[in-house]
């Protein structure tokens, strides 16, 4: 349109309204008719895609416009709102999250963090911090609208961000908390961002810029067409309609390109420059022209509208298109091979390269292609009237013969010539005496000498003809096994691949199986005698003379093996391999071998390969829907290191906003971390290192998107995580949340104060009072007294309750201990070692209280025994072990000793005898029926009474009363008085040393029923 106005102007006219010079003007126009004469049409190589739908969850297939912002996060405008892609899944916002219209057709980030949105209603939006925010919620955005289509956003220099449509400019300053606008009613504007306080604009007739609300224009323009768009790169403003280029230097303020479009484009409807790259999106594919020469290079998705084009930060390219959603490719070198007529490619089965480099490919419906030059060509050379069916296998013999085989028949290609065997099979392969032996439900051998009676030259096929041929001449079956492959080795030893395993077949005889496996492909290494057998689901075989060197799983991390297709092997001795889900390499050699998984890898995905070849410096890919080139480099290449986000934090299983410094009550201690890397390319095969500084300082590795930390301690906590790619880049930096926990007020220094203070006292007035009942007890039962019978009883109580008031006096001495030991723990923070003394602590008072009769069971009287000595090993740690025996024919349950006779003597040989002891001490206590009595034997390794009485006099001039006490109460409740109640012995090692000491004690004892 534009370059019809030019043909219909005189030059020097045309030349003074748009400000050149005529020689100027008939370069421009060399420019135009250059560029139409270097149109490009192949567009045979396109880059392997994948298109994202409305079926993969964006929110319409109607995509205006790609964006990236800083995070890395991927942005689709659309008619139905705008999508968030992480590589993985789509969040869609709508107006129902906080938008103020669904149709949005751009978007620019600011220098804060703001992503703005530019709407169809001229109202503006942003998204910042996880959230939409509009009129409704941001005070500077109530009222301000552009009245209109909002065509650009952008920040100035100043902070300010604008917005502009056809008729307005609006200014939003955050800082200043201000907001205007400008309006132009007279003519449509566009406005882009310029160095300083300028802002570029045009209209329908000239070009310039806007500065202090005035117009300022330095050209004139032809008139242009709707849709307009811009881009600015640098210097260099680029700018559309919907046939032709304008191209304007933003320093100089001069127009310098002018052209038009080809015809075959159709409608422009985007431009962006990058790198020496320019593209247009226009109603029929991606238009890529050379940025300096404006040279047509490639032309992209033809047919489809584009309506904006993006390079993300990993070197991928996406298209988004109007009703066909978005086209990704993850490395625009990987192309997908097609003929011009080809909108539907086939399946490729198999492929084959010939020693020219030559890539054959085998087809559905009996077809056939080749790829060279990078021009892909298909043949349908067997006979009609056949069954169409898919071509299974293609060799190449040494005098360059191509044989292809399919269930078919047998077509063999030399120098443009084809000869068609009616021999259907899987496989077929020539012996050095020209043999053919052909696999499929059996293996045959047809001599070389009667391949002509197999040949059939007819263009037409009649099948029941040559079913009648089969009857009369059949093949000669060697065997019934099911056959995949057949291969030969240097001793002419016939190879059989077969779903049953792995076979050689030679004199006549079929072998027994060498591999049990379900085998798919066989290569046989000439060089090294190695034969190398690819099995369905067990790996990769390496045999020499029928028996296994070495074998590798092809797996991925933490899945089941892949379900191998189909290998290959390269130049430099590496195997590729197709599988269900995805490409695999093996390299090194047997013993020494390493495989790689490059699933997901540059975007390939875990897709079915059914074959895979390597020529010409690419690895080919036969795939259900057609034929895909990689280059081999790319393999090298790194992918750069992906960026990694906290997403989300779980609080006691409930989720919560990200604040800086979240600070967390001590019941909210079981968290969950939810973060995750981003990588287009690569997103599937990303790995995560994290840690949990303030509790680990060690790094831990997950392949998930999330970790949970439970039951943390109150404290400062700082949790990292890095995210690594499959070529080992990790982020640069780890993405960090610190946070607190709280103390409980329990663990507060002032309450444990209190508590102590509260547990003295309560335990001190408890022993007052308790000592005061018992003495105003005996002194009552003691008046009352006035038989010498009731004198011996008030004698033998008076007994009982002095060996009751010692124990209540050694209370506060044992408690008082008790206590310090409790707040060391809590000093020390050791809540759990403080927590198990307390509840034993208490155990002991309890039973204390509760054995105040005169006889308890002996199973009670342990039971004090053992809570004591726990203490005791608490109170004095790695100082004393201690055992409790019962004799077999005492039953502790019901037999009844005198309460607390045992426990003195246990005192006192740990204080008197084990603690004053350098090394581990032992204490031991037996209990045994002699003569109608239960003995108790108290035995200790301590210092003996010597050494213990020298070191009391130091320490405790007081003399002990309990064991005097015991003695006594025990000899006047005993019915034999001969042998004394107590007999202390003490113990001596070889050379005299004291060694212990033994305290023999005989006690009563009732029977209760």
Same mark, same amino acid.
């Given at each position: ?154 920040? &100035? ?510 019941? &909210? ?35 998930? &998107? ?304």
């Amino acid at each position: 349109m534009l370059a019809n106005r030019f043909r219909a102007m005189p030059v020097n006219s045309l030349c003074h309204r748009i400000g050149m010079r005529p020689f100027q003007m008939y370069k421009y126009l060399l420019s135009i008719s250059l560029l139409t004469v270097t149109v490009a049409t192949a567009t045979g190589q396109q880059p392997f895609f994948k298109n994202y739908k409305v079926r993969d969850g964006l929110p319409s297939n109607n995509v205006y416009y790609v964006f990236q912002d800083s995070k890395g996060y991927l942005w689709f405008c659309t008619d139905l709102g705008v999508s968030r892609f992480d590589g993985a899944h789509f969040t869609n916002f709508t107006t129902a999250d906080g938008m103020s219209d669904n149709e949005v057709f751009t978007c620019h980030e600011d220098r804060q963090g703001r992503l703005w949105f530019a709407t169809l209603n001229g109202k503006p939006c942003f998204y910042q911090h996880g959230a939409m925010h509009s009129e409704h919620d941001t005070p500077l955005l109530r009222g301000f609208s552009l009245d209109g289509l909002v065509h650009n956003i952008f920040q &100035e220099e100043t902070g300010a961000t604008v917005l502009a449509s056809a008729t307005r400019i609006g200014w939003l300053d955050f800082e200043k908390n201000t907001a205007s606008v400008h309006s132009f009613p007279e003519t449509a504007i566009r406005v882009w961002n310029e160095p300083g306080d300028t802002i570029g604009m045009l209209d329908d007739r000239h070009i310039g810029f806007f500065i202090d609300e005035k117009q300022v224009f330095v050209a004139s323009i032809p008139a242009v067409s709707n849709p307009l768009k811009l881009n600015v790169s640098k210097d260099t403003l680029y700018m559309t309609d919907m046939h032709n280029l304008l191209v304007y230097n933003i320093k100089q303020r001069k127009i310098i390109k002018l052209f038009a479009f080809p015809k075959t484009m159709g409608e422009a409807i985007a431009v962006r420059a990058a790198g020496s790259r320019l593209w247009v999106g226009s109603r029929n594919g991606a238009f890529l022209f050379g940025r300096h020469g404006l040279y047509l290079r490639q032309v992209y998705l033809p047919g489809k509208q584009v309506s904006s084009i993006f390079e993300d930060r990993e070197g991928s390219w996406w298209f988004s298109t109007l009703d066909d959603g978005v086209f990704y490719a993850p490395a625009p070198d990987i192309r997908q091979i097609t003929t011009p007529q080809d909108e539907h490619p086939e399946r490729v089965n198999c492929l084959s390269a010939d020693a020219n480099g030559k890539l054959w490919t085998g087809l559905t419906k009996n077809k056939f292609g080749t790829y060279e030059n990078g021009e892909l060509r298909l043949y349908d050379l067997f006979p009609k009237g056949l069954t169409l069916r898919s071509i299974t296998s293609i060799r190449h013999l040494p005098d360059g013969t191509a044989v292809l085989a399919g269930k078919a028949g047998t077509l063999t290609v030399k120098n443009g010539k084809s000869r068609f065997l009616y021999m259907p099979s899987t496989d077929v392969n020539f012996d050095q005496q020209g043999n053919l032996w052909s696999a499929l439900a059996g293996l045959y051998l047809i001599p070389a000498g009667k391949l002509d009676d197999y040949q059939f030259l007819q263009k037409q096929f009649n099948e029941r003809d040559v079913v009648d041929f089969f009857k009369k001449h059949p093949a000669e079956k060697l065997t019934d096994l099911r056959v995949e492959r057949v291969v030969f080795d240097d001793k002419n030893t016939v190879w059989l691949a077969s779903p049953s395993g792995l076979f050689f077949y030679k004199n006549n005889e079929l072998s027994e199986a060498v591999l049990p496996h379900n085998t798919r492909d066989l290569i046989i290494d000439h060089k090294t005698n190695i034969l190398w057998a690819l099995t369905e689901s067990d790996g990769l075989f390496a045999l020499r003379n029928g028996r296994a060197l070495d074998s590798i799983p092809i797996v991925s991390a933490g899945q089941n093996n892949k379900i191998c297709l189909g290998f290959c092997k390269d130049e430099k001795g590496s195997f590729w391999i197709a599988t269900a889900s995805g490409l695999c390499k093996v390299e090194g050699y047997p013993g020494h071998l390493r495989m790689l998984d490059y699933s997901n890898v540059n975007g390939l995905g875990a897709e079915k390969l059914n074959d895979v070849a390597v020529t010409d410096g690419h690895l080919f890919l036969g795939k259900d829907d057609g034929l895909v080139a990689v280059p081999l480099s790319i393999f090298s290449k790194k992918i750069p290191p992906p960026p990694v986000y906290i997403k989300g934090l779980a609080v006691n299983g409930k989720d919560t906003a990200l604040p800086q410094l979240p600070e967390l009550n001590a019941g &909210e201690n079981s968290l969950t971390f939810n973060f995750e890397g981003l990588s287009f390319k690569d997103y599937k095969n990303l790995s995560y290192r994290y840690r949990l500084l303030g509790k680990e300082s060690a790094w831990h590795t997950t392949k998930n &998107e999330a970790v949970e930390y439970a039951s943390l301690r109150p404290g400062k906590y700082r949790f990292e995580v890095l995210a690594k790619n499959s070529s080992g880049a990790e982020s640069l930096k780890p993405a960090v949340l610190d946070f607190l926990i709280a103390k409980p007020f329990y663990l507060e220094w002032w309450f444990m104060a209190i508590s102590l203070a509260a547990i003295i006292g309560l335990v001190a007035a408890w022993v007052r009072r308790r000592e005061r009942k018992m003495r105003q007890k005996y002194e009552y039962q003691r008046r009352l007294m006035s038989s010498e019978n009731e004198r011996l009883e008030l004698q033998k109580k008076n007994v009982d309750l002095r060996m009751l008031a010692l124990r209540l006096q050694m209370n506060p001495h044992f408690i008082f201990n008790a206590l310090n030991t409790i707040k060391g723990y809590y000093g020390q923070e050791k809540f759990t070692q403080a927590n198990s003394y307390i509840a034993k602590f208490a155990r002991l008072l309890r039973l204390n209280l509760d054995y105040s009769d005169s006889f308890i069971p002996l199973a009670n009287e342990i039971e004090l025994l053992k809570i004591y000595m726990q203490l005791s090993q608490i109170r004095y740690p790695d100082k004393m072990d201690f055992t409790v025996e019962v004799a077999a024919d005492i039953k502790p349950s019901v037999t009844l000793i005198p309460s607390m006779a045992v426990q003195p003597f246990v005192e006192n040989a740990v204080i008197h005898g084990i603690v004053g002891k350098q090394a581990m001490g032992r204490l031991s206590v037996c209990f045994a029926k002699e003569n109608g009595e239960i003995t108790a034997t108290v035995r200790d390794d301590g210092i003996g009474r010597s050494a213990s009485a020298a070191m009391s006099k130091l320490r405790d001039p007081h003399k002990p009363l309990a064991t005097p006490i015991t003695s006594k109460r025990l000899q006047l409740l005993r019915k034999i008085k001969v042998p004394p109640a107590v007999e202390i012995t003490d113990l001596y090692d070889g050379n005299g040393n004291a060694a212990g000491t033994e305290v023999l004690l005989r006690l009563p004892f009732e029977i209760r029923v």
